[in-house]
DNA sequence: TGATGTGAAGCGGTTCACAGCC
DNA sequence: GGCTGTGAACCGCTTCACATCA
């Protein structure tokens, strides 16, 4: 049955099958269950049939889905089937590192400007992506069709920075600043921490250690979770 | 009412407290209320009373909290009264971003090493962090008292280098590679995964855009959620 | 028989609403 | 009156269990 309110922790999880499918049809599989995709992502079997028949009743009873169309639907319900464009908003150590790493995966999904307001670094190249002026952002964006943007500033400019980018026409904003940011709700907004990550990681190193080796599956979120 | 069984979620959120009581402290403030706290993170006054509640009854009804006792029970329950020390697994491009993110911050998480296995790397530095062979990483583990591990390393080598990290003590691991790990019971163990992040923000700008302009709160999670 | 699609149950986290205390 | 601590209601996601179909 087709569902309109898809929640995110499932769009995180569809991006993950379409990437074990691609793994799969790579090792030549024609088809697949979803009981093969649960085991290899330590997911339930029955999760996993309820995010695809949101999208179409793709699999056939008896036999399990086809990997290529399976990867085709996906590919489209994520729209990944269309080039997209991002930018990084702040230069400094985080954003220049996401632009080096993001900048250097060949995907449909490309980071085609870096901003700062900082003279000194205006003109300057994070591999083969230019810093440049934060004021021609909205000029920028609207030129080349920039549908995301990633923050990288000082939590005390995120939400000035978030801000512009809605006024531009941004729709899609993932924040790396440590700070609760608000979106208008046409915006899609995702904040990773990475302190605060890290952080909340030390309570448990506080706890007493249990001394028991049995594996448990792990979470693969997390982002997003 | 103590608890012992603490969510991720909530030591997540944990850290947001704490953050916000030191900016408020900073500005002067004796005493806060849950309701204060609220607002500054866009969640639910009595998410945040329930929170701390799990943790001892610190606050004083007509009151509040006061701010620096708090500060100093979140500091401890978080178990950031000591010193922690991780060291970061790949000294590939998102490796060495992230040393170079994390080593420059001034906390008492800090990075003390930089793992590889490439003979090319091994000797050069990152700031002020040592690429180190991979083949001494128990030694150094050990030697240092490294309890977190950051694994940034290709997925294919992800889940041996967590099984490296759990042999050599480390207790909890925080994981960037795109691929689902298994851990012990033992090691915490969080995924933060780029890819799947920004792929699946895509979703959402293959909906339909809606054109009204209202503010929504955002989370504060990762992740984290 | 094998695997999907799905109603129902289960579970954990969030919010409400209010009693209790300052 | 103000604000905490908390039982109850709520909500959404996950898992179970099974009817259904190839």
Redesign the interface.
Known sequence: MKKDK?S??T??R???Y??CLTEAGAAGAETISSQAIAE???LNSAQIRKDLVQFGEFGRRGLGYSVPTLCEHLTR????D?E?R?CIIGAG??G???A???G??N?N?TVTALFDTDKQKIGKKIGHIKILDMKNFADTVKRDNI??AVVAVPAEHAQAALDLAADAGI??V?NFA?V???????I???????????????????QP?????????????????
Chains 1, 2 share one sequence.
């Open positions: 898809i995110e922790v769009t995180n569809l991006s993950l379409l990437r290899r992502l330590h319900v994520l729209g990944l269309k997209h991002f150590r985080l220049t590192a996401l080096d790493y993001y250097f995966r995907t999904f549908e995301v729709r899609a993932m440590p609760p940011l608000k979106a208008p709700v046409d899609r907004l995702r904040t990773v921490d990475l302190t605060t990550s890290l952080e909340s990681l030390a309570y448990f190193l506080a250690a249990r001394r028991d080796r049995k594996r448990k599956p792990a979470n693969g979120r997390s982002n997003n979770k």
